[in-house]
């Protein structure tokens, strides 16, 4: 079972959505390969490890968190990428 599951609307096409995905994973030193259909990231989190994947699906970006810090909830790491790609 993953560590959290959710769907992130968007209204753009789905190379903008990525793109800004990948830069803000890169801008913390993590990894974003993929395309417009399904792939995979990871990025360190205050020293932990945040990793999973994603898939498009029509307008939405769906995130599953298979790794991620105990006291990081899913509710936080939302929000984070929903303000990364608005």
């Known amino acids: 079972?993953?560590?959290c599951n959710f769907n992130i609307p968007f209204s753009v096409d789905p190379e903008v959505v990525l793109?800004?995905?990948k830069r803000a994973v890169e801008k913390q030193s993590g990894?974003?390969?993929g395309d417009?259909?399904?792939g995979n990231f990871d990025v360190s989190f205050f020293?932990?490890?945040?990793?999973?994947?994603?898939?498009?699906?029509g307008a939405e970006l769906n995130i599953v968190v298979?790794?991620?810090?105990?006291?990081?909830?899913?509710?936080?790491i939302e929000s984070f990428l929903k303000s990364q790609l608005s």
């Open 19 to 21: 793109e800004k995905a």
């Open 31 to 33: 990894n974003f390969t």
């Open 47 to 57: 020293g932990q490890k945040v990793a999973g994947t994603y898939t498009v699906n």
């Open 1 to 3: 079972m993953s560590a």
């Open 66 to 76: 298979d790794e991620k810090p105990f006291m990081v909830p899913c509710s936080a």
């Open 36 to 38: 417009t259909n399904s």
